[in-house]
């Protein structure tokens, strides 16, 4: 079965610090890509998404993310990090072939200070 | 908005009591899923209906774990005999249709806590 590993449970910056939070999985055939986000007290948001194509996508509030296939991850960056951006966030795949599930990461807890 | 709307939001009920977790998924979304998420995890899937069939189920964690969507639409999550390990977020998702390319849209989740 597919998994998703985060590195970094907990991470503290201060505002205007560049971010990096890794991901990565373990599938080889054709996966679909996300990270979701969760500020506190609120439900999970789709931040963005990869399906095909340029493997670099952005997503809303000046998120991207890349995907290297052949590292099996999809880290999400952020160049400089807002305190509105304290939230958990989570890396999910979903297998490009069949079924509809999404497999999560354990998440990431980044607090900004400001 | 109509967003995707779970009831309760916080549910407490003593061990061996049976519990049911409602969700209200956007209108017109096809597919409906349940995760299971603990305390410091990320989600776990459970399970997964197109309508009102419940085509994945393989999430599910034993035969007190039981799902369905009769008409389609609203979706209910029931646990009997529950036990402590069942405390725990769980979180109703939808998307519009079938296939690869539909991201799901989340519930604020009901957190169920066994006492």
């Known amino acids: 079965a597919q998994s998703v590993s985060q590195h970094n449970h907990h991470v503290i910056l201060s505002e205007a610090a560049s971010l990096e939070l890794g991901c990565n999985y373990s599938?080889?055939?054709?996966?679909?890509l996300f990270w979701y986000v969760q500020y506190p007290g609120q439900h999970l948001q789709l931040l963005l998404k990869?399906?095909?194509?340029?493997?670099l996508v952005k997503g809303i509030k000046g998120f991207e993310a890349e995907f290297i296939k052949s590292k099996f991850s999809f880290n999400l960056r952020k160049p400089s990090v807002q305190w509105s951006d304290t939230a958990e966030y989570f890396c999910?795949?979903?297998?490009?072939?069949?079924?509809?599930?999404?497999?999560f990461g354990g998440g990431t807890r980044l607090m900004v200070k400001p | 908005g109509a967003g995707v709307s779970q009831s309760p939001r916080y549910k407490v009920a003593k061990r061996g009591q049976d519990v049911a977790l409602r969700c209200d998924p956007i209108?017109?979304?096809?597919?409906l899923f349940w995760y299971q998420q603990a305390l410091g995890q990320g989600p776990e899937f459970l399970t997964y209906?197109?309508?009102?069939?419940?085509?994945?189920k393989s999430g599910l964690p034993s035969d007190r774990f039981f799902a369905e969507r009769p008409e389609g639409s609203v979706s209910t999550l029931k646990i009997q005999r529950t036990q402590q390990e069942d405390s725990a977020v769980y979180l109703c998702?939808?998307?519009?249709?079938?296939?690869?390319?539909?991201?799901?849209?989340f519930g604020d989740g009901t957190r169920l806590s066994i006492l």
């Open positions: 998702a939808s998307s519009p249709r079938v296939g690869d390319h539909q991201p799901q849209h």
């Open positions: 599938y080889g055939g054709t996966v679909n």
């Open positions: 990869y399906f095909s194509g340029d493997p």
């Open positions: 999910a795949v979903k297998l490009g072939n069949a079924g509809n599930m999404l497999t």
């Open positions: 209108s017109g979304h096809v597919s």
């Open positions: 209906f197109q309508n009102e069939a419940q085509l994945d």
